[in-house]
C-alpha cells in the first residue's frame, strides 16, 4: 500500500468542546470498492505526545484501477494532547504530521 502525494495532515480545533483532534490523508487503493480503516495503533509507543494510527485496507474483488481515497480520523483530545501524529501503513511506511492548534 502506498500513500498518495496528499500529505497526511493533523489538527486540534481547540474551540470546540471538547476539543478534537482531525487527521486527514490519502492512501493507494486499487478497486473501487475498497475499504479503508483507520485506528489508534496498539499498543501506542513510549511518547505520550505522539500519536500512532494505523491505516489499512480491506481489498474487494473488482476491476483493478490504482486511485487516492481519502481517509478521515477524529478524536475528543485534551487541548494541546499531541504534538504529532504518525500514520503507519500496511506496506511498513509512516507519514508523520506535525499537529497544529486552531483556536
Given at each position: 500500500?502506498?500513500?498518495?502525494?496528499?500529505?497526511?495532515?493533523?489538527?486540534?480545533?481547540?474551540?470546540?468542546?471538547?476539543?478534537?483532534?482531525?487527521?486527514?490523508?490519502?492512501?493507494?487503493?486499487?478497486?473501487a470498492?475498497?475499504?479503508?480503516?483507520?485506528?489508534?495503533?496498539?499498543?501506542?509507543?513510549?511518547?505520550p505526545?505522539?500519536?500512532?494510527?494505523?491505516?489499512?485496507?480491506?481489498r474487494?474483488?473488482?476491476?483493478?484501477?490504482?486511485?487516492?481515497?481519502?481517509?478521515?480520523?477524529?478524536?475528543?483530545?485534551?487541548?494541546?494532547?499531541?504534538?504529532?501524529?504518525?500514520?503507519?501503513?500496511?506496506?511498513?511506511?509512516?507519514?508523520?504530521?506535525?499537529?497544529?492548534?486552531?483556536?
Open positions: 500500500m502506498d500513500s498518495c502525494s496528499v500529505g497526511v495532515a493533523a489538527q486540534i480545533n481547540g474551540k470546540e468542546q471538547p476539543n478534537q483532534l482531525y487527521v486527514h490523508g490519502s492512501v493507494l487503493v486499487y478497486s470498492i475498497d475499504e479503508v480503516a483507520v485506528m489508534e495503533a496498539v499498543p501506542q509507543g513510549f511518547n505526545k505522539i500519536l500512532l494510527l494505523d491505516v489499512s485496507v480491506k474487494g474483488v473488482g476491476p483493478m484501477k490504482g486511485t487516492c481515497r481519502p481517509f478521515l480520523f477524529t478524536k475528543d483530545v485534551d487541548g494541546r494532547q499531541y504534538d504529532q501524529v504518525t500514520v503507519r501503513f500496511e506496506d511498513g511506511t509512516t507519514s508523520t504530521a506535525v499537529v497544529s492548534f486552531l483556536g
